[in-house]
């Protein structure tokens, strides 16, 4: 079974490995996103929703095999667990710690409720996100390196302090989810008379579901991994297949699960909620994205779109007040190439929406404003037609000064038209000015 389950892992987190290094030809990975039931929940709150259809088909899936198999996927298929098994194995740490369970189930509550208000949050410990930045090449995301090194520190230091299987028992939403349904799964671990009392399962339970005893047991913590029945010398352990499926309890008291969605209902009230919403700093993005009250609460944070621009002209807001971890479009860094559309392809949620090349080469990201005191060929006289020589869409053109070159041909300078101009920022980046370019791109409220 150990082995059964070890080439299951290596073969959804090769999966989820392909859609996070090459996520525009190995799209199928996306399903761990689509299928993620917390970010369905969470997003699911927008006039957009999710992306309809494939997502709600695979989280309904999702749900029914967990109902009737119990936690599969976090033991068999979630490229977290994966990972949290692999660094358990190298830290070689087998002492389990049960405190702190109950930490997901209030955290989830928490994060549902305050995504009714609008108030997106749960990306911060969801599982595939998690996954996405630890799995991530930092090259393949400019300016992330800070949060991909902080994710990893705090990945490290949870499962050195807290034991095996760390980020799963105590933080993972979408297996707090998947434990309320296991609740009622009809697949139950029995324990027979024959059981001596060696202890030998607890020691080896990564998800602490034994107790001190073997008797003492929680479904919903189980992960299905059948590690305990596999190393049981007295063969007392055995999951048996639809029996009748019995109710456990949760970890703590129902009445700490009211006050946790008490927190929630109260901080919804009480928080200053539209000057939160709409306190936001105007940003170019990607094209055809959202609408910005929509973006926050769709965009899932999985930092596809980032990594498969291929001018990395996208990088991730590190601004609260640019909603953060929200695809930006720096067109200093490369601007946005005529002939791709990847970002929207890989999008696994439709915060970007997927265009045909000739629906994205028409779509309006600004609008680009030249400064003549900045341009080399209005404010320094000199010959210079970077920008007109980078723009696809003609939108710059060359306008004859009132100076003369010394052979006689007449000064050329550029102009822009704003009416033919996307704001893909090929002309900013093609630029040569240092610092700020003389062309730069504007939100088009604010070029007009």
Not at 348 to 357: D, E, K, N, W, Y
Request: charged content about 20%; proline content about 7%; hydrophobic content about 45%.
């Amino acid at each position: 079974m150990t082995a059964s389950r070890r080439m299951t892992q290596a073969a959804f987190l090769l999966l989820s490995c392909a859609f996070i290094w090459k996520a525009e030809i190995f799209f199928p990975g996306e399903i761990f996103f689509r299928g993620d039931v917390f970010l369905f929940a969470g997003s699911g709150l927008s006039p957009f929703s999710f992306v309809l259809g494939v997502s709600m088909v695979l989280g309904l899936v999702l749900l029914a095999v967990t109902l009737l198999f119990g936690r599969v996927f976090c033991g068999w298929a979630c490229p977290m667990g994966t990972l949290s098994d692999i660094l358990d194995t190298a830290i070689g740490k087998k002492t389990q710690r049960r405190r702190g369970r109950a930490v997901k189930y209030h955290l989830t509550i928490l994060a549902l409720l305050l995504s009714f208000g609008g108030l997106s949050l749960g990306w911060l410990f969801d599982p595939m996100n998690w996954a996405s930045r630890l799995l991530a090449n930092p090259w393949d995301m400019p300016g992330s390196g800070t949060v991909i090194l902080m994710i990893l520190l705090l990945f490290l230091v949870l499962h050195g302090v807290m034991g095996p299987r760390a980020f799963c028992r105590v933080l993972c939403p979408l297996g707090a989810i998947l434990a309320a349904v296991a609740r009622f799964s009809f697949v139950k671990r029995r324990l027979f008379a024959s059981c001596t009392d060696c202890g030998l399962c607890i020691a080896r339970c990564p998800s602490g579901a034994i107790g001190p005893n073997p008797g003492d047991f929680n479904e919903m913590e189980c992960i299905q991994c059948k590690s305990c029945e596999e190393i049981c010398p007295a063969d007392a352990l055995r999951f048996e297949r639809f029996s009748k499926p019995s109710i456990g309890a949760f970890d703590g008291s129902k009445r700490r699960y009211l006050l946790s969605g008490g927190a929630g209902v109260a901080a919804l009230t009480l928080l200053p909620r539209e000057r939160i919403l709409n306190a936001h700093e105007p940003v170019l993005r990607p094209p055809k994205t959202v609408a910005e009250p929509d973006l926050k609460t769709l965009c899932l944070r999985c930092g596809a779109c980032v990594r498969v621009c291929p001018t990395h002209t996208l990088v991730e807001s590190l601004k609260p007040d640019s909603w953060l971890m929200t695809p930006v479009l720096d067109p200093r860094r490369g601007g946005c190439r005529y002939d791709c559309k990847a970002c929207g392809d890989v999008c696994p949620s439709g915060a970007i929406r997927r265009l045909t090349l000739s629906e994205k080469q028409k779509a309006k990201i600004g609008a680009a404003v030249l400064d003549p005191s900045r341009c080399l060929a209005h404010g320094e006289k000199k010959a210079c037609l970077a920008c007109f020589a980078a723009c696809p869409l003609e939108a710059i053109s060359l306008r004859e000064s009132g100076l003369s070159l010394p052979w006689g041909d007449r000064y050329l300078v550029p102009t822009v038209d704003a009416s033919l101009c996307t704001g893909c920022g090929l002309c900013e980046a093609a630029c040569p000015v240092p610092g700020p370019a003389a062309v730069r791109i504007r939100i088009i409220d604010e070029a007009q």
